[in-house]
């Protein structure tokens, strides 16, 4: 698991722009099934969107602040749930002990990449609705290893940023690194140094993928953090945090 259900993202940036929407609401993906979202908005856009990917734990309230800090510096946000079909569209309704791992496990092993695709695109199409067509995935651990896939061309993403996803292999499956020969839209990757569930050496072979095909990227890793750095409470690794979150606004603000 990566962040606990009380865990904030950090405040770095003084609001640019007054929210003018920041609310839940429901969407329905290609096979009919909704799902939870939440869209923050600013009065103002001035850069592209953000479709941001959840850990594991889906649609909590660290993310939702954190679609509400990336609306106040001009980005329309977007955070999608992971588990319209197995636990219903209102994440909000969920009992706590869903997302510990035993009531989560479940509904996380019945997730598939046809339906995460399905629910990524109807994310995407709500987001261009109401902002720039331009948008830039940014997922967190579990997000991170699906924004990483979504470098895809089918997604017509202008980036990636993924926080310490894991790019390799998982229960069978193949990961970031094994779709590298896929992947085509820049990608933006932090890692902590002593993350215990990302070998430097899968960080490597990653890298070197992304290389070998061609795909644009930048793999910032900084030494002692753990898995989980970007967060307020955590404040020893307030400095990698920071850096990291000045690296994100920056390739936001870049043309892609």
């Known amino acids: 698991m ?14 640019l722009w007054p929210l003018a929407e920041a609310a839940p609401l429901t969407l329905t993906s290609a096979d009919g099934t ?8 600013p009065e103002v856009a001035t850069g592209p969107g953000v479709l941001v990917l959840p850990d594991n734990r889906g649609l909590s309230p660290f993310y939702r602040h954190t679609a509400a800090r990336l609306a106040e510096q001009g980005h329309p946000a977007l955070v999608l749930d992971y588990y319209g079909r197995t636990a219903g569209a ?7 002990e869903f997302g510990e ?33 331009e948008v830039v995935a940014l997922g967190f651990c579990f997000g991170g290893r699906q924004a990483f896939r979504a470098a895809a061309p089918r997604f017509g993403l202008a980036g990636v940023v993924g926080y310490y996803g894991y790019p390799d292999t998982l229960a069978g499956a193949p990961g970031p690194t094994q779709l590298a020969g896929e992947l085509t839209a820049p ?3 932090f890692w902590g140094g002593a993350d ?4 430097a050496a899968a960080v490597a072979a990653f ?26 409470a955590a404040v ?12 994100l606004l920056r390739f936001l603000a870049r043309p892609h």
């Open 2 to 15: 990566c962040y606990d259900p009380d865990a904030a993202p950090p405040a770095f940036s003084p609001a």
């Open 34 to 41: 909704e799902f939870g979202a939440f869209l923050a908005r």
């Open 90 to 96: 209102f994440p909000e309704k969920r009992p706590a």
């Open 101 to 133: 791992l035993p009531g989560l496990l479940p509904h996380l092993l019945a997730l598939t990449p046809g339906g995460l695709d399905a629910d990524l695109t109807a994310a995407l199409e709500r987001l261009r609705a109401v902002g720039p067509a």
């Open 187 to 189: 990608v933006l990757a």
């Open 196 to 199: 215990e569930h990302i070998p």
């Open 207 to 232: 890298d070197a993928a992304l290389t070998a095909a061609g795909c644009p990227h930048e793999f910032v890793s900084y030494p002692g953090a753990p898995h989980n750095f970007f967060e307020h």
């Open 236 to 247: 020893e690794h307030a400095g990698a945090a920071l850096d990291s979150w000045q690296r």
